[in-house]
């Protein structure tokens, strides 16, 4: 029997797995499924991952047995907690499949982008929400936890309207090759979503470094790309954008709107000044020359 369809037969409402037992199945794929699931003692409920043997082997499993302490020790508003990690055998005649599972955080509420479109939020709160996101991706980088399979759905926002970070790590134990600017590449394809409509200006420049397919020219970072983002809402100049020596006045302009305006004014102030004055002076060298004219014909007389 296929180790996919065992998963499907064996693993229904009701079932045991560790301390926990088995309630609605949330989703199935080729990787294995979820279930919404209750603890014994605790009635906590949880999102219980149950990975699929079909894609794993016996390197997979001791990499899986060596992760789940870095896991298991992520602590992060931002990151949906891993509570428990072990590994269910199911017996399938002579067969044994061991079938990793993961019971984390189950938190209510919509996919990130869902979300924003739902709230009708505009561009500035959707990008906020985003590098509270990238700020999450870079905690677990620097635990040494590279997520490997983030997805606009896997970016639940919760009642409050924080967003978090879902699955963390569970990718990486199939695909152990993966590393940071994966992340930060899978970071440019949700913000694409996210923002719903394709950006202009420097916005494009960031979303376009995120998912540059040199890695090199790739942000480094989570935090890098975070860092660009807080630029851009600040009227900042942008890592992502070669410099011009214009470029930096004009963000200034933008950041300080009211000083710029006020010189703005003050300079149209100094050039109507100026042109007053010169028609005045014109006027009266005018006046003057006019006077001249008369005093002239009278002595001539």
């Known amino acids: 029997m296929d180790p996919a369809p065992a998963i499907s037969l064996a693993l229904t409402e009701g079932a ?3 301390a926990y037992t088995l309630g609605e199945r949330i989703s199935q ?9 209750r603890q014994e003692g605790t009635d906590r409920e949880v999102a219980l991952v149950v990975l699929s043997d079909a894609q794993l082997g016996p390197t997979a499993l001791a990499r899986f047995r060596y992760e789940v302490q870095a896991l298991t020790a992520l602590r992060h508003p ?3 907690e891993v509570h428990e990690t072990g590994i269910h055998v199911i017996e399938d005649g002579e067969s044994l499949h061991e079938l990793p599972w993961f019971a984390m955080e189950h938190v209510p509420g919509e996919p990130l982008p869902v979300h924003a479109e739902a709230q009708r939020l505009d561009q500035r709160a959707r990008l906020e929400l985003f590098v509270q996101v990238c700020d999450a991706v870079q905690h677990g980088h620097q635990k040494g936890v590279v997520h490997g399979g983030l997805a606009p759905e896997r970016i639940i926002v919760d009642a409050a309207g924080r967003p978090k970070v879902a699955a963390f790590g569970v990718s990486r134990v199939l695909a152990p090759a993966r590393d ?3 992340d930060v590449r899978a970071l440019g394809d949700v913000l694409r979503s996210l923002l719903g409509q394709p950006p202009r200006g420097d916005l494009a420049a960031i979303v376009e470094t995120a998912l540059e397919d040199d890695e ?5 970072s989570a935090n890098a790309l975070a860092a660009d983002l807080r630029r851009y809402l600040e009227h900042r100049p942008i890592e992502a954008r070669a410099a011009s ?12 709107r009211f000083i710029t305006a006020a010189i703005a004014l003050l300079v149209a102030l100094s050039f109507a000044a100026a042109a007053v004055a010169t028609v005045y002076a014109v006027r009266k060298h005018n006046e003057a020359e006019a006077l001249r004219k008369q005093l002239d014909a009278i002595e001539g007389k």
């Open 216 to 220: 090199s020219q790739r942000y480094a």
């Open 29 to 37: 794929g080729d990787r294995g499924a979820t279930f919404l699931a």
């Open 16 to 18: 045991q797995i560790g």
């Open 245 to 256: 020596p214009i470029y930096p006045m004009r963000l200034w302009t933008r950041r300080h």
């Open 180 to 182: 940071v600017r994966d």
């Open 78 to 80: 931002g990151i949906a």
